[in-house]
């Protein structure tokens, strides 16, 4: 199936979709632009489809580097003030946000 | 060793050894040029001035007191404004961390510390790194210095333009995709990519966490590998990085090319190519066969999809790594009827165009019955073309190739074509898929504006990378002289 026909879907629904799930409120004119270019896109990113290559068990490194993974155990630290103090709003050590329910 | 006048990180360390300057006053030099050349250049975010003193006048009473300093003490440089400096705003180009001050410093911050660097200022970046023009700054884009209409490149544009224009001998950036080694080439320095996992992405802001590195942007090879080395080596802190401390880089400046095997990947010099571009590498290249190399054409077929699974891999892990920009815990926050109203509006007004562009991509890539199309699909030929790196290093010990496919192009030029302005990073991304290094280094120049020859080597040979390239320093290319710091 050539890349065009794959995207036979309407890009406004679907860029409209992907800034739902990405939270990015997008503008009108933001929106008719990336319509506009998404096709072009999509079908650059296509080519990857002319590699000869089962699709990848995400467990492959290209460095061959193995995760070191720290020791699951807690430890104090000075920064969770400091961290607090980055916070836009914050109620007596909680960082504060609209309601959710 | 190089000859000595051509690292300037020695030269100035010289001055304060024979006490002919004072870290302080090799500071004021700095801020004296950032003065006079950044209100056009736009090079740095912040200048720290105050932190900056402080920190010279501490060695400067080190100095006073007889201590064995070292290599980078007292030497002022900058640092790129997406690697958290305690105490520094920290924007990373972002409206979204337009007041973000890190409570923490960035590993190869504490490392630059440690040894006493003078840091002084945050340099200019397309906003999280995405883009190779620095226009996509939300602070305004940087010039280049040898050609004002023309961009510097991008990301580490200001990195870039502040070491090219003589403010600073050295700066750091990060190369996820090209962001260290195109500004290097478009302003006429050298810049590094270390191999994947060399430098701690520890307290650097994620972009794409399996491509991002740190790296130097110097005006000498011998500066590029001692900065590299203070950064280097393993980090608790980064489970990616390599366990092996990195090597001493002083031998790799005692070798010549003689007997090396050069391989020119015929698939780095594309049908459009800039023809000054591709015939000032063939000479620089020439010259490495005439100094002794063996130079041999070499294939790396796969790499013709470097670019698109580059874009697939990158966009997928920027649109997770930055869904924490949620005005929740840190950065902006836009009021909001709901927290989801509040996620939107904080993200539609925090982001600027190209990273809103690529977070919609990378959701798209990743989604259910596109994931499999895409982002797995990419990931295997990820493997295909680290597997093709691999195979052409049992043939050859680096390779050479042109940093970029054109000169620096004119502002503007590319801003309203996101393919046009992707595809500035064709020759640089192949060496971020496959997690090897690569130096550039300029080795022409087509009038005032600069080319950088590329240097690839295998995984954990940056030593090879530092020898040819002090070679083509010493014997293929003499750059221009910066503007010197301006005279005392």
């Known amino acids: 199936m050539p890349p065009s026909q794959a995207f036979a879907l309407d890009h406004q629904v679907l860029v409209k979709r992907l800034a739902r799930l990405a939270r990015i409120g997008l503008t009108k004119d933001e929106e008719a632009r990336y319509t506009s270019e998404f096709q072009a896109i999509v079908e650059f990113v296509s080519q990857v489809e002319r590699v000869q290559a089962e699709p990848s068990s995400l467990k492959a490194t290209v460095t061959g580097v193995r995760h070191v993974v720290r020791g699951d155990t807690s430890e104090p630290s000075a920064l969770a003030d400091l961290l607090l103090d980055q916070a836009p709003d914050t109620r007596t050590g909680f960082l504060k946000v609209p309601a959710i329910l | 060793m190089s000859a000595p006048e051509k690292s300037h990180i020695r030269s100035m360390r010289d001055r304060l050894v024979r006490r002919e300057a004072s870290v302080e006053e090799l500071l004021d030099d700095s801020l004296r040029a950032i ?44 640092v790129k404004d997406n690697i958290c400096t305690k105490g520094l705003p920290t924007t990373a180009g972002s409206r979204i961390l337009e007041d973000f001050v890190p409570p923490y410093d960035a590993t190869v911050v504490e490392h630059l510390e440690a040894q006493g660097a003078v840091i002084v200022g945050k340099t200019n970046l397309d906003e999280f790194a995405m ?48 962001s260290i080694r195109q500004p290097a080439a478009f302003c006429g320095i050298v810049g590094m990519k270390p191999t994947y996992g060399r430098v701690s992405r520890y307290g650097v802001v994620a972009y794409a966490s399996s491509f991002d590195q740190v790296g130097p942007l110097a005006r000498s090879v011998e500066d590029a590998a001692i900065v590299l080395e203070a950064i280097a080596g393993p980090d608790p802190k980064d489970g990616t990085t390599l366990t092996q401390a990195p090597p001493s880089f002083d031998a790799a400046f005692g070798e010549d090319v003689r007997g090396l095997r050069i391989g020119v990947p015929k698939e ?24 002794g190399g063996e130079v041999r054409e070499v294939s790396l077929p796969s790499v013709e999809v470097a670019l698109a699974v580059y874009y697939i891999l990158v966009t997928a892990e920027a649109s997770t790594n930055l869904a924490r920009y949620d005005g929740v815990r840190f950065g902006k ?28 991509l990378g959701t798209f ?124």
């Open chain 2, 333 to 360: 926050r836009v009021p909001g009827s709901s927290m989801d109203d509040v996620y939107l509006r904080t993200r539609g007004a925090g982001f600027g165009p190209d990273v809103k562009r690529r977070v919609l």
């Open chain 2, 131 to 178: 883009g190779s023009s620095t226009e996509f700054s939300a602070y305004g884009p940087t010039r280049n210095p040898k050609d004002r209409e023309r961009v510097p490149g991008g990301s580490s544009g200001g990195s870039a333009a502040a070491v090219a224009a003589g403010m600073v001998p050295y700066a750091l950036g990060t190369d996820t995709g090209g």
């Open chain 2, 268 to 291: 780095f010099f594309p049908s459009g190519i800039d023809p000054d571009v591709s015939a000032a590498v063939r000479r620089a290249i020439d010259a490495l066969a005439d100094l």
């Open chain 2, 35 to 78: 003065r006079r050349l950044d209100g056009e250049l736009h090079a740095f975010l912040h200048v720290a001035e105050d932190a900056a003193r402080k920190t010279a006048r501490e060695v400067d009473e080190r100095i006073a007191k007889g201590d064995d300093l070292p290599t980078l003490a007292g030497i002022p440089c900058a």
């Open chain 2, 365 to 488: 890539v990743l989604s259910a019955g596109y994931a499999e199309k895409y982002y797995r699909k990419a990931a295997a030929a990820r493997r295909v073309l680290a597997d093709d790196f691999a195979k052409v290093f049992q043939e050859v010990d680096v390779l050479a190739c042109p940093a970029t496919p054109e000169l620096p192009f004119r502002l503007g030029e590319k801003t309203s074509d996101p393919l046009k302005m992707y595809a500035s990073d064709v020759l640089t991304v192949p060496v971020n898929v496959a997690g090897v290094p690569a130096l550039v280094v300029p080795c022409a120049a087509v009038g005032a504006l600069p080319v950088g020859l590329q240097l690839i080597a295998a995984a954990g040979r940056e030593d090879t990378l530092l020898r040819v390239g002090a070679a083509v320093e010493n014997s293929v290319f003499e750059a221009a002289a910066p503007p010197a710091l301006e005279a005392r």
